[in-house]
């Protein structure tokens, strides 16, 4: 049951340029998002949430914003850098679950070329 | 360093064999997940414990099992290994919920030969 879908697999843009990374996720109870980068031989690190009370929370060159009535959240770069190219993991959760636990998308590979 | 130590992080073995996973969580975290990344299958949910008790169970298979011990820290044991079994391993630990995200390890990539 894959709550957290990201229909991306993968996304290429050139440098400079904004990248823009969809998710949708279907469980209603969901009330915060994240998303996580992960690089090669590395675990996934932290990027950026933004809970259910928000439509758009920014930090630096990255902006999530999520569209509730959709059910849709997307993760934008601008501008995209080289060293942004990783694949990007977006994630939902609900805080009031007594599991606590997140779900996950599949993952989109973003490559950045210069 | 995320502070979630991960060992080994690599290791080969036969089909048929049988390996343990470790996994310490950051300093003070009650919560351990466990995941496994297959090529292009994203980050699959095996199991969750919560200071020594499992907590929930995703899609982990009755050949994998796994424990936390009173020091917190997670073993993931894997036996009667098959070829798809290879794949990344991570482990993740939070407080007590997820309610702030995890903080992942760097993962134990196994390699079934």
């Known amino acids: 049951d894959q709550q957290v879908k990201q229909n991306s697999p993968s996304l290429s843009v050139q440098e400079g340029r904004i990248s823009i990374l969809n998710c949708d996720y279907t469980?209603?109870?969901?009330?915060?998002f994240l998303w996580y980068k992960k690089y090669p031989a590395e675990g996934p690190t932290f990027l950026i949430s933004?809970?259910?009370?928000?439509d758009k929370n920014e930090d630096g060159r990255f902006t999530v914003f999520l569209n509730k009535s959709a059910k849709h959240l997307s993760l934008h770069i601008v501008p995209s850098q080289p060293g942004d190219s990783a694949v990007y993991f977006c994630a939902g959760g609900d805080r009031g679950s007594t599991l606590g636990r997140l779900y996950f998308g599949r993952g989109t590979q973003l490559t950045v070329w210069p | 360093d995320s502070g979630v130590t991960q060992t080994p992080k690599h290791l080969i073995t036969a089909t048929g064999q049988r390996v343990t996973l470790r996994c310490s969580p950051r300093s003070g975290d009650l919560s351990v997940y466990w995941y496994q990344q297959s090529l292009d299958q994203g980050l699959q949910f095996l199991i969750q414990?919560?200071?020594?008790?499992?907590?929930a169970k995703g899609n982990i298979l009755e050949r994998f099992s796994a424990q936390q011990f009173p020091d917190l820290h997670s073993e993931l044991n894997l036996s009667s290994l098959e070829l798809g079994d290879s794949a990344l391993y991570f482990c993740a630990s939070t407080p007590d919920t997820a309610r702030y995200g995890y903080t992942f390890g760097s993962g134990t990539r196994l390699t079934v030969v």
């Open positions: 414990y919560y200071n020594g008790e499992e907590r």
């Open positions: 933004i809970s259910s009370i928000k």
């Open positions: 469980n209603s109870m969901f009330d915060y």
